[in-house]
Antibody, heavy 116, light 107 residues
């Protein structure tokens, strides 16, 4: 079945960096755009970034532009999010999801905590 | 950016009740709207897409309607497993945006 599994979440100090990964299975990963969405504790959902199937088209939310970099490895069926200059407000569960205008499926999420 | 506003923010209801959640877009989005259900500690699950199309495997007691700026999610007869938080999402233009959520609680 279609499955997305995130990893890489951790506790990091403000200003630090972290790389999240999302492993895909059960579908032809290279045929699909992919996206990251986050959810701060007790808060709503915020779309973070989006990458096309080939990796040539990329979008970021203004809140992460210039600090986060999305990438993918189609041979490894993996999606990545490099997060630099992390701030307390980046604390959230980060989900990868397969977008087709709507988001389905979603991974289980990985928690990023930015705190000193 | 297109702003999505849900109402109410929370609602208490009983098993068997009919419940309606409303989502309003700050500008017209045609039928580019989805609804998700999220339970505590879990990822959101797609329920409705294109405003009124039921995702495969989702019970028929869930339905969606609307176009343009005003949309509704209706649960015709609440079941115990339906108590969760519901989000709308517009897919008309980037950045894709979500409503703030509606928490459905047991009365």
């Amino acid at each position: 079945q279609v499955q997305l599994v995130e990893s890489g979440g951790d506790l990091v100090k403000p200003g630090g960096s972290l790389r999240l990964s999302c492993a895909a299975s059960g579908f032809s990963f290279s045929d699909y755009y992919m996206t990251w969405i986050r959810q701060a504790p007790g808060k709503g959902l915020e779309w973070v970034s989006y990458i096309s199937d080939s990796g040539t088209t990329i979008y970021y939310a203004d809140s992460v532009k210039g600090r986060f970099t999305i990438s993918r490895d189609n041979a490894q069926k993996s999606l990545y999010l490099q997060m630099n200059s992390l701030r307390a407000e980046d604390t959230a569960v980060y989900y990868c999801a397969r977008p087709n205008n709507w988001f389905d499926p979603w991974g289980q999420g990985t928690l990023v905590t930015v705190s000193s | 950016d297109i702003q999505m506003t849900q109402s109410p923010s929370s609602v208490a209801a009983s098993v068997g009740d009919r419940v309606t959640v409303t989502c309003r877009a700050s500008q017209g989005i045609s039928s580019w709207l989805a609804w998700y259900q999220q339970k505590p500690g879990k990822a959101p699950k797609l329920l409705i897409y294109a405003a009124s199309s039921l995702q495969s495997g989702v019970p028929s007691r869930f339905s969606g309607s609307g176009s343009g700026t005003d949309f509704t999610l209706t649960i015709s007869s609440l079941q115990p497993e339906d108590f969760a938080t519901y989000y709308c999402q517009q897919a008309k233009s980037f950045p894709y945006t979500f409503g703030q959520g509606t928490k459905l609680e047991i009365k």
